[in-house]
């Protein structure tokens, strides 16, 4: 791990200036701050399916429906993508996102006027390592990106989780919880312990101490992490998933061929765990199935029930 005091220095002055720039006045103390909106995605529920095109088009494709980038992003902010990139991993064994993808996805930020673009995960694997061999490190920094990994603990900021019902606190990443706009970037996998991850367990990684959450209740607290900064835009990278031996893999990989973009990320994993199947059935997986989405619709995060998603299909082509 890189602890070098040029990295502090740098990372400091940037939290630095973006605590100077976002100031606001302070909240009692018997006053609860939630980051972003936790309504905006139940409120919405619009879904949209992209089919038929390289990973740029059918990116493009996906969030023309949904007003374009533009909606999401305007002129000045600061972006942040949760990506998924845990695993030394190369891009063709479907562990880690689609360079491609990431690529279109920070270059359309930047289109729509973002200042600045920052991807983050907290790797499993030595994050120099994964970087390299994913080639997403490369593929960011081209895009005009910069990349972190979450693997220093000076990157992290302590809040409440007032309304987990199994996780009332957490380090989290600084820059998630102080950017102006959020994206979350899953890659559907098998999981060995949580059957699949999706969309709201990508969000484990913008987690310190990842490893209890696995001792609380998993499934429970992947629900109870996603209202601490509710994400304003979900694209899920399902251009090649993870069927077997998930999450590292190496595995059986299906070239699903799609884009999904929603800004609701319960029923983006509603949609998305039906490309998977029960191992002894062949039958896909029911979204309340899995638990940590249904606990997640509990929680009032968003719609499990895709007949009441506004949801469109789309061809890039």
Excluded at 39 to 63: F, R, T
Excluded at 267 to 273: L, N, P, Q
Aim: net charge positive; aromatic share 8%.
């Amino acid at each position: 791990m890189d602890h070098s005091p040029n990295k502090k220095i740098s990372r400091r002055q940037f939290i630095k200036g973006a605590a100077t720039a976002m100031a606001m006045p302070a909240l009692p103390s018997n006053e609860i701050f939630f980051y972003g909106s936790l309504a905006h995605a139940a409120e919405e529920c619009d879904l949209v399916i992209a089919k038929n095109g390289s990973p740029s088009q059918l990116l493009q494709a996906a969030m023309a429906p949904l007003g374009g980038m533009g909606r999401f992003v305007k002129k000045g902010q600061r972006v942040v993508i949760k990506a998924n990139i845990a695993w030394a991993r190369t891009p063709d064994q479907a562990c880690t996102n689609n360079p491609e993808l990431l690529s279109a996805l920070i270059k359309m930020c930047y289109e729509a006027g973002a200042k600045r673009v920052a991807v983050w995960d907290h790797t499993c694997d030595n994050y120099q390592f994964t970087f390299s061999r994913s080639g997403l490190k490369e593929t960011a920094q081209k895009a005009g990106a910069d990349i972190f990994s979450g693997h220093g603990h000076n990157v992290y900021k302590q809040v409440e989780v007032p309304k987990g019902k199994k996780l009332k606190t957490a380090e989290v990443l600084r820059d998630v919880l102080e950017g102006d706009v959020f994206i979350n970037f899953p890659l559907p996998k098998h999981h060995f312990a949580t059957e699949l991850s999706l969309g709201l367990k990508n969000l484990i990684g913008i987690v310190w101490d990842m490893e209890q959450l696995h001792k609380i209740d998993l499934h429970q607290c992947i629900a109870d992490i996603n209202t601490v900064r509710k994400p304003d835009l979900v694209v899920v990278d399902a251009i090649r998933i993870l069927t077997t031996n998930g999450p590292k893999g190496p595995g059986k990989t299906e070239d699903i061929g799609e884009v999904v973009a929603s800004t609701d990320i319960v029923a983006v994993d509603a949609y998305s765990a039906t490309f998977f199947k029960h191992f002894k059935t062949e039958k896909p997986f029911k979204p309340e199935e899995i638990k940590f989405v249904k606990n997640a619709y509990d929680l009032g995060l968003g719609q499990i029930d895709l007949s009441k998603v506004r949801l469109k299909k789309v061809s890039a082509a």
